[in-house]
């Protein structure tokens, strides 16, 4: 089992940089393949970004590519989420999520943090 816990979100300015941790506990943390996606109100969640346990695949969604980077480092037991040039349209709840399973879609995630909030002003 893998508990998740996000931090680093906050209120910044279109343009400005944040980078969100997800700090996980279980033992197959290292095997595990981590995800971020995000929900705005009113919307359904949607992929962010996903990576391979070693780190050596990566997936990312459109609208971020180019602007957020994942990362991990098993030794720590967390994954990052670096978002720069950050637009209005990226504020939401953004969730950590593990799976044994290397994937884009939600039901492929078995364990999720509790989100934290993501807040881009014009």
Same mark, same amino acid.
């Given at each position: 089992q893998v508990q998740l816990v996000e931090s680093g979100g906050g209120l910044v300015q279109a343009g400005d940089s944040l980078r969100l941790s997800c700090a996980a506990s279980g033992r197959t943390f290292g095997s595990s393949a981590m995800g971020w996606f995000r929900q705005a109100p009113g919307k359904q969640r949607e992929f962010v970004a996903a990576i391979t346990w070693s780190g050596g695949s990566r997936y990312y969604a459109d609208s971020v +590519? !180019?602007?957020f980077a994942i990362s991990r480092e098993?030794?720590?037991n967390t994954v990052y +989420?670096?978002?720069n040039s950050l637009k209005?349209?990226?504020t939401a709840v953004y969730y950590c999520a593990a799976s044994r399973v290397f994937g884009k879609?939600?039901?492929t995630y078995n364990y999720? !943090?509790?989100g934290t909030q993501v807040t881009v002003s014009s």
């Open positions: +590519l !180019g602007r098993n030794a720590k +989420l670096q978002m209005p349209e990226d879609s939600p039901s999720w !943090g509790q």
